[in-house]
């Protein structure tokens, strides 16, 4: 069985400032890594995943985050934020070696971005 | 727009009722996923079916049940419902073809049991 911890449950940060989203997880087996993006009202959006290879992974729209297996850690990071990022964000891991995919999600941080 | 389609957006009932919510897949993907989001127990994965056959459960109680059509549409059957069933339902499809796998979610039925 897997857990996703997502520290932070609200992260205000003024526009153009630097964030980070924090992603703790445990697993017995090797995991794929998710970020997830939920807009006010809307359905969850996959902003980028790790399944493999480099450590380090880039959405299209300037989120990283990076892949750390001796910490557990998926933490999502952003340089300058825009209004337009204010929205929850959440982590998921699934199984990589047993076939079970279903997701395991963080409980969410909500990211105030504040003009 | 993700591609996978749910309807209805919102459904209003009274405890004991029993609701379907349904799901179409992205084109092409043969696996189904659903989730329940609520402010107490937040996203659970709920049940998974693969090209009309069950393939994993999650958290789903005895009053809950799923389908796969031969269509690879999907339902979900909630029964003698409860005030605390209320929450927003989400499905999800990805082809489960590789190993490498990514599910795609649609915009979700917001369930609210009166």
């Known amino acids: ?115 | 727009d993700s591609g996978v389609t749910q309807t209805p957006k919102h459904l209003i009932t009274a405890t004991g009722q029993r609701v379907t919510l349904r799901c179409s897949p992205r084109s092409g993907d043969l696996s189904v996923y659903w989730y329940q989001q609520s402010l107490d127990q937040g996203l659970q994965f709920l049940i998974q079916y693969y090209n009309g056959e069950e393939r994993a459960k999650g958290n789903i109680l005895e009053r809950f049940s799923a389908q796969q059509f031969p269509d690879l549409h999907s339902e979900l059957n909630l029964s003698s419902l409860e005030l605390g069933d209320s929450a927003l339902y989400f499905c999800a499809s990805s082809v489960l073809g590789g190993h490498q796998e990514t599910q795609y979610f649609g915009p979700g039925t917001r369930l609210l049991v009166l």
């Open chain 1, 1 to 115: 069985a897997q857990s996703v911890t997502q520290l932070d449950s609200q992260v205000p940060v003024f526009e153009e400032a630097p964030v980070e989203l924090r992603c703790n997880y445990s697993s017995s087996v090797s995991v794929y890594l998710f970020w997830y993006v939920q807009y006010p009202n809307q359905g969850l959006q996959l902003l980028l995943k790790y399944l493999s290879g480099s450590t380090l992974v880039e959405s299209i729209n300037g989120f990283e985050a990076e892949f750390n297996k001796s910490q557990t850690s998926f933490h999502l990071r952003k340089p300058s934020v825009h209004i337009s990022d204010t929205a929850e964000y959440f982590c998921a891991v699934s199984e990589m070696d047993t076939g079970r995919r279903a997701l395991t999600f963080g409980s969410g941080t909500r990211l105030q971005v504040q003009p």
